[in-house]
């Protein structure tokens, strides 16, 4: 389970306003296989998306380039791929099974097989457990083979009595799920293997199943056509989803368990609402074999039997998506809407004003509705005493300061050394920064203070800082907790953790320089970094906003997401004015200077000599390489122009 949202978090919207938000996604595809795509899954960070085909080979997606040169072929299977999986606890690692009776382990970051494990039968399903320890395959002669992953072996193999089409692991690891031939879905406890309950789901075959990410229900796709939702309390069927005509083949849940997916051998996809039921959105499509949706956004991944596009998988999702909080009906959910480049317009994320006064023509905001509109909490802030870049002598030693707003420093803590969960009151504006802050309350000692907020952060949502580790945790816990399914269960947005238990290929902010100090990156509006290896020598390899990668601590911190306010880069203040509010004075150009003040002053006209581009001290610029040696530390210096 890459991602576990917390109760409450999200709230409803209507029907309508759920069908124009998907209505304004649109369907890529992209073709990369000779044959058949048979499956798909994203990893758990959503930054790889896997395919498998009939033409016996696997293919990884960068979904941020979306073309068959910046793909990874993996080859190895004797026949075709008919399933894969993802370790929910690393973004490289996936399993994959066919007919050729074999269960192959992979990992992208060597492009190779990385484990064979021969089994006795063709293989149609195969799932993680969600601390990553094991795998459990299925096979058409009903077997169910479990893979211990660290030692490398079967650890046990089961006949079932009955046939058996997929199947699940919980979200908590403690049972699975067994789609079966009968109609029914028997959950096995783990790893006791005992028989807990059956399930009367569907008058017919069972094909397929999914729990959804807050672990409240189990779907379940029939060939009756029908989608089955029931409760994993009081093992009721609670809901029905009955807009398909032929056997449902494969469904899936949002990250944020509000939409369902499914899909059969018709020419549609559809969309549903868990709670409701009711029906949102049709996407356009053949016969589908399977459908993923992205962990972290409303994109679905889907490939298919259309016989004119075979080898093909589509993403139904827009080139750039931007998280920003849409209010619907008095309600409010974190949404993703695509950006619109059309002459005249501006995307619906920023706000743009009528003309009526020059100052206002250009003048462009990002919609930040959510923010709390009172004043901070006092004794969580101090004066900030302006200087107007002077020094005690009044001399100025930094240009272009003065002015400005009467404004209060928000104290913000860098450091999260505060285990425990904390429930976010309210996200804030700071005059100080670019991005925003969240105001968070811990649970236990109701004491206050402010952190750095992560993109999509809200009031309502629970953050905790596992810095000091996992044996503090187990100590505060009482018990002893699996460390695969603790980092699982850990990695969502806001929660600060060491990189050494963070999964490679995370987006991460705030990251710290060694295991005490206080948070010295990526702390600006929108920005991020991606943990590109751990665990060498002591040292993780960081992706830097700037494309600088470096070595950092493995027992250094980092929060998990970006950092909030991601659209404040395309704001445009339209008057000179408002730069002045900001305590912002005016940079004046040396060429409209006198020859004393700056070397390009002076002169006749608008020339400024034959001289180089330099700064008023003379210090050349535009090229001229004015940075010392590199640090030790870093690997691969920043890009230069």
Not at 472 to 482: A, F, L, N, T, V
């Amino acid at each position: 389970m890459p991602y576990q949202i917390q109760k409450g978090e999200f709230k409803s919207i209507s029907k309508q306003d759920a069908h124009n938000f998907f209505s304004m996604q649109r369907t890529k595809t992209i073709g990369g296989h000779s044959d058949l795509v048979k499956t798909l899954g994203w990893n758990c960070t959503g930054s790889k998306l896997a395919s498998g085909s009939s033409d016996h080979s696997l293919r990884v997606w960068n979904p941020e380039k979306l073309e068959s040169r910046y793909s990874v072929e993996f080859k190895g299977h004797s026949s075709s791929v008919d399933y894969l999986s993802w370790d929910p606890t690393h973004s490289d690692r996936l399993v994959s099974v066919g007919k050729d009776k074999m269960i192959r382990f992979w990992d992208y970051r060597e492009a190779k097989c990385a484990l064979e494990i021969p089994t006795n039968g063709e293989n149609i399903s195969v799932t993680w457990s969600p601390n990553g320890n094991y795998v459990a395959s299925g096979s058409k002669d009903d077997v169910i083979t479990f893979v211990d992953v660290k030692a490398k072996k079967i650890i046990n193999s089961v006949k079932q009595p009955t046939e058996t089409n997929e199947i699940s692991w919980s979200n908590s690891g403690d049972f699975f799920a067994l789609a079966t031939g009968h109609g029914t879905v028997n959950l096995i406890e783990w790893p006791s293997l005992k028989h807990v309950y059956t399930i009367d789901a569907h008058t017919s075959n069972c094909f397929s199943l999914e729990f959804d990410p807050k672990g409240k229900y189990l779907a379940v796709g029939g060939s009756d056509a029908l989608v089955t939702l029931w409760d994993l309390d009081e093992f009721i069927c609670v809901r029905t989803f009955s807009k398909l005509d032929w056997p449902v083949r494969t469904l899936s849940f949002t990250h944020d368990g509000q939409y369902i997916a499914s899909a059969s051998e018709e020419i549609a996809i559809d969309i549903s609402h868990v709670e409701t039921g009711e029906h949102i959105y049709k996407i356009p499509s053949n016969a589908t074999n399977k459908v993923s949706w992205h962990p972290y956004r409303y994109w679905l991944a889907y490939a298919g039997d259309e016989a004119n596009k075979k080898g093909d998988l589509s993403i139904f999702e827009n080139s750039k998506l931007h998280s920003i909080t849409v209010f619907f009906q008095g309600y409010k959910t974190t949404a993703e809407v695509p950006e619109q480049k059309i002459k005249g317009k501006q995307p619906p994320f920023i706000k743009k004003y009528k003309p009526v006064t020059p100052g206002r023509r250009g003048l462009c905001r990002p919609l930040n509705n959510h923010l709390w509109k009172g004043r901070p909490i006092r004794s969580l802030t101090i004066a900030k005493r302006q200087t107007g870049g002077r020094n005690n002598q009044g001399r100025i030693t930094v240009r272009h300061q003065g002015g400005g707003h009467k404004q209060r420093i928000r104290i913000v803590d860098f450091v999260r050394k505060t285990p425990g969960p904390h429930l976010v009151l309210r996200i804030e504006y700071d005059p100080g920064r670019s991005g925003h802050i969240a105001l968070i309350k811990d649970l236990k000692t109701e004491k206050l203070s402010y952190i750095l907020a992560a993109d999509g952060l809200r009031e309502g949502h629970v953050v905790e800082s596992y810095r000091t580790g996992l044996s503090s945790y187990e100590e505060e816990q009482h018990e002893k907790i699996d460390s695969g399914a603790f980092i699982t269960k850990a990695i969502q947005p806001g929660n600060c953790l060491p990189l050494s238990m963070i999964p490679v290929g995370t987006i991460v902010f705030a990251l710290t320089t060694n295991m005490h100090g206080p948070a010295k990156f990526c702390r600006s509006a929108g920005t991020y970094a991606q943990i590109l290896s751990t665990g060498n020598e002591g040292y993780a390899t960081v992706k830097l906003q700037s494309g600088e990668v470096r070595k950092i601590s493995v027992h250094a911190a980092a929060t998990i997401g970006t950092v909030s306010n991601i659209n404040w880069k395309h704001r445009k203040l339209g008057k000179a004015g408002r730069s002045r509010w900001l305590g912002i004075r005016p940079t004046v150009r040396g060429m409209a200077m006198n020859p004393r003040d700056h070397p390009h002053g002076g002169g006749r006209g608008k020339s400024k000599g034959n001289r180089h581009s330099c700064s008023p001290w003379g210090k050349l610029a535009k090229g001229k390489k004015t940075r010392k040696k590199l640090s030790p530390l870093v690997i691969k210096g920043r890009p230069r122009r």
